[in-house]
């Protein structure tokens, strides 16, 4: 079965995304920048609200490059020992997204393994810094000996879309044994999800399900029927 992960923004589109059958939300602020920390307010709000949705809380102190300074991986770190606080307590499995790569376009090993320290065993999943790595093999070796779970990648920086970047995703499948999981995003869609599925044999995906919004104001909001859309494209059975 294909791992749904939808990434949302609010209360409203996390409770939509539970109530479609998703197995878990990429709970982010600030979508239209790719994601920074959301508050702490709507974190809890979820973890308070769900019963069988899986959260994973992004930890980004800003949008732009994944290149940190000193203050803000200390941002990060207070953040990531919070959301473990709260992890503790929660009623569902709870994750941390975050990625830092040095100057050069390599993973930042050391701040990388002192955000892990923090988490002291909340699984850690890397955001799409990954895709932004100078050498995509050398950085998923990076990754696999800090113990990252999870990487969400498209594919490379020169593949703007999963369906682009499936000759590298099928690679990084292939790495999948004693590394981490890999989760295909970047304009999955219920077009294309299943060819690239086949394509990849990723087992994990990842997707905004989001339309206009009732305000007529350009804002989105996640739409529960794409949701289930998207499943039924895959033939995923829920509970």
Do not use: W, Y
């Amino acid at each position: 079965m294909t791992l749904v992960e939808i990434c949302v923004d609010d209360l409203a589109g996390t409770l939509a995304a539970e109530s479609a059958g998703a197995d878990r939300v990429e709970l982010c602020a600030n979508l239209v920048e790719g994601g920074t920390t959301p508050s702490f307010g709507l974190i809890a709000r979820v973890l308070e609200s769900v019963t069988t949705l899986g959260v994973q809380v992004m930890i980004r102190p800003r949008g732009g490059d994944f290149v940190h300074s000193a203050s803000e991986l200390s941002v990060m770190l207070a953040d990531v020992r919070a959301v473990r606080d709260l992890a503790a307590q929660a009623p569902v499995p709870v994750g941390l997204v975050f990625g830092v790569l040095t100057a050069a376009g390599d993973i930042d090993i050391p701040a990388m393994r002192e955000l892990i320290a923090a988490a002291e065993g909340v699984p850690v999943t890397c955001h799409k810094a990954f895709d932004a790595a100078r050498d995509l093999f050398a950085a998923h070796d990076a990754l696999t000996g800090l113990g990252v779970v999870r990487i969400l990648t498209s594919g490379g920086a020169a593949t703007a879309t999963a369906t682009e970047g499936s000759p590298v995703l099928r690679e990084l499948v292939a790495r999948e044994p004693g590394g981490p999981v890999i989760l295909a995003g970047g304009s999955v869609r219920v077009a294309n999800v299943a060819r690239l599925v086949a394509d990849t044999g990723v087992t994990e995906v990842h997707l905004r399900a989001q339309v206009p919004g009732p305000r007529g104001d350009g804002g989105l909001v996640t739409d529960a029927a794409l949701v289930r859309a998207f499943i039924a494209e895959l033939g995923a059975t829920r509970p």
